[in-house]
């Protein structure tokens, strides 16, 4: 747990980062919840939602929809921190486009329920994703700071003092990003937990 810890608080400038652009990019998407909907239903990115959706319906027993959210959300997260090699770019990418389909969610729920999407975020979001979305944000910080080693490693090529640092920095980051795993599995773990209890509880 202290190591845990300790992987974020030595992140927590990109942490913070990792925040404000996952919080800016919600706020996008429930603005320009119209277009950016209809985007997603063309990159065919909403099909995909509707479709886990509906599978989770068709067979909401706890075993399998636990499996089927903490796996899916697990695999993102990896994802997110491993394309963190192709300096930085895709963690930032994921982050936003995670953001703006919070965003477009909340729009069309807001719209169909005449309900104020902070509550809807609160009562709908935030019971699962006061983990999960925490576990997202500490993925991209942690994809984008592998970004920026990676950048380092390249321009430091041809300096030896620089060659140096850089084996310190990635000594560093490699140390931590154990920790940092273990943790983000039991967040994403606690949060399919009641994610899935939520859907069973509500789907009988």
Known sequence: ?????????TEKKLITIASLLFILAIVSG???SGPAGE???QAGVWDQFIQKAKTIGKNPGWVDTFGLIFFNNLFASMTMI???LFFGFYPILGLVFNGVLVGVILGAAAE???IHPLILFVTQILPHGILE??????AAAYGIRLGILVFQSVIGLGSPRLRQANRKAWSDYLGRITPLLAGMVVMLAAAAVIESGLIVFFAK
């Open 82 to 84: 491993g394309t963190g």
């Open 112 to 114: 169909q329920s005449g």
């Open 133 to 138: 979305l925490p576990a997202v944000i500490l």
């Open 30 to 32: 429930y603005l320009a």
């Open 39 to 41: 985007w997603l239903k």
């Open 1 to 9: 747990m202290h190591r845990f810890l300790e992987a974020i608080r």
